[in-house]
């Protein structure tokens, strides 16, 4: 443990230990000039190397910068020298819920609170194709105002990594939160699989022990297989319907995240004036529907009303870290698999969306719409690895600059980029200020001339 405090790259006091995994160390640290706390997670890269787990470094960090969630720790930047990797992140003073967990169980309308929390983190994941797979309490961290954040994606994989046949096939995760499809080495749905893992852990927070637990490995698969589980008798009416549908041995029958957002149980409580989810026939039929759920899942079936289709915000932090911060070119000598590109426009939202959608036309791809500020191209035509599917997601810097991030969801990345070379960004050349990492003038000043035109025109604004 580090016996008193170090500098890192000048802008950072690193202090005492918090963490410690196999291949990084975690260490509470303090930016210099603007004095927030924050955890910054050293990676050695020669042990990466040695256990061939770049990639897992390169999608981790991918995938942090993707999914922005208020439940979902925030990885601020990323850094690199020649022997170390920095992921500097958002500091969960709280702790582990495992901690909390391990004193006893939790009061019925906390252990809510925090289930309601990790499923709109993790249904945000899913809308973004993106799966944790080691859904547990150990990785459900807490902010000092007792709210939780999800951490570590390093086994977590994209949508894009699925077989032929549409599933995930790498067995992985913590043995007694895993899904009897993923112990089944068939084939698994990241998102079936991730629900389960949500199931097991509302039980943890309610009984204070797992629902499956046996010291013989097979024996613990043998009852996880059967869903060979008993629940407390303080265990209320409700949550043991509702754990009977998420810890289904059968993926084909389980619960969807719509459906568990439209429990009685999980929407008990929730004050959210946003659209409703649909809510299962059994429960309606016993409760009324007062009450509204979260409304950034994309399984809910309600058209959003007008003002709900603003893509998100991002303020003059965010773009800078996502221009600057995100580079992972530093990181390692073949940077060939990079699948997304950004770039910002003066032009609004609706003109923006236009584009894409006589992008999509011109490139024969089917556009969806999938939630504000996000739309899907889908191609019509088998590729090298399947169809061709691309991802543009919107953001309002201020209303008169906004950020798109294109990233290829499926199919070939050379493709992708041969596409991108050539049909893409000549297309949306009028609508486009910067494209990242543009070469006409050096990156420190496009970084500057973007950040003094957003301050502008949030001064404007005021």
Known sequence: METKPRVLTQRYEVGRLIGQGTFAKVYYARSIRTNLSVAIKVIDKEKVFRARLVDQIKREISVMRMVRHPNIVLLYEVMATKSKIFFVMEY??????????????????????????LINAVDF?????????????????????????????????????????????TTCGTPAYVAPEVVNRKGYDGAKADIWSCGVVLYVLLAGYLPFHDSNLMELYRKIGRAEYKCPNWFPTD???????????????????????????????????????????????????????PSQSCSVASEPKQEQMKPPSL?????????????????FEDNSEMRETKFTS??????????????????????????????????????????????????????????????????DTLEYQKILKEDIRPALQDIVWVWQGEQEQPKETQERQQLEYVLQQQHLQQ
């Open 92 to 117: 969960a003073k709280g702790g582990e819920l495992f901690d909390k967990v391990a004193k006893g169980r939790l009061k019925e309308d906390i252990a809510r609170k925090y289930f309601q929390q």
């Open 315 to 331: 303020n003059a932090f965010d773009i800078i870290s996502i221009s600057a911060g995100f580079d992972l070119s530093g990181l």
């Open 125 to 169: 994941c899913h809308c973004r194709g993106v799966y944790h797979r080691d859904i547990k309490p150990e990785n459900l961290l807490l902010d000092e105002n007792e709210n939780l954040k999800i951490t570590d994606f390093g086994l977590s994989a994209f949508a894009e990594s699925k077989h032929q046949d549409g599933l995930l096939h």
């Open 239 to 293: 949550v043991r319907r509702l754990l009977c549908k998420i810890l289904d041995p059968n993926p084909n029958t389980r619960i969807s995240m719509e459906k568990i957002r439209g429990s009685y149980w999980f929407r008990k409580g929730l004050n959210l004036n946003q659209s409703k989810p649909e809510i299962e026939a059994d429960d309606a039929a016993n409760h009324d529907r007062n009450g509204s759920g």
């Open 346 to 411: 003066r032009q609004s939202a609706s003109v923006i969306i236009s584009k894409l959608e006589e992008l999509g036309k011109q490139l024969s791809l089917k556009v969806i719409k999938k939630e504000a500020g996000l739309l899907r191209m889908e191609g019509l035509k088998e590729g090298r690895k399947g169809p061709l599917s691309i991802d543009a997601e919107i953001f309002e810097v201020t209303p008169a600059l906004h950020l798109v991030e294109l990233k290829k969801s499926e199919g």
